[in-house]
């Protein structure tokens, strides 16, 4: 079994910067693609960035030039480094792994916790 903890969320005003972090332990081989959503009240849950082991990154077009992924294989973890946020910004974010527990086995998918991010003044 794995678990993703995530840490980071909170309150910052329009135009402020937080950074998430969101790390995985358990029966890991290898990640492949890290991804973020989030989900505001009232939409669906959407694709914000996602980064693959090899370090290719793609983002939505609502945060690009204001988001950054990035992650450290060697912790099994990953990062999103928000600035300029905005109120639209604002919503509950998750991260979500692509974990192979062996090197030759199938990918299983896991989900964080969630982690609130408010943007207000």
């Known amino acids: 079994q794995v678990q993703l903890v995530e840490s980071g969320g909170g309150l910052v005003q329009p135009g402020g910067s937080l950074r998430l972090s969101c790390a995985a332990s358990?029966?890991?081989?290898?990640?492949?693609?890290m991804n973020w959503y989030r989900q505001a009240p009232g939409k669906q849950r959407e694709l914000v960035a996602s980064v693959t082991r090899g370090g290719s990154t793609n983002y939505a077009d609502s945060v690009k030039g204001r988001f950054t992924i990035s992650r450290d294989n060697a912790k099994n973890t990953v990062y999103l480094q928000m600035s300029g946020l905005k109120p639209e910004d604002t919503a509950v974010y998750y991260c979500n792994f692509f974990v192979r527990p062996a090197p030759i086995s199938n990918v299983n998918v896991y989900w964080g916790q969630g982690t609130q991010v408010t943007v207000s003044s």
């Open positions: 358990g029966s890991i081989f290898s990640v492949e693609n």
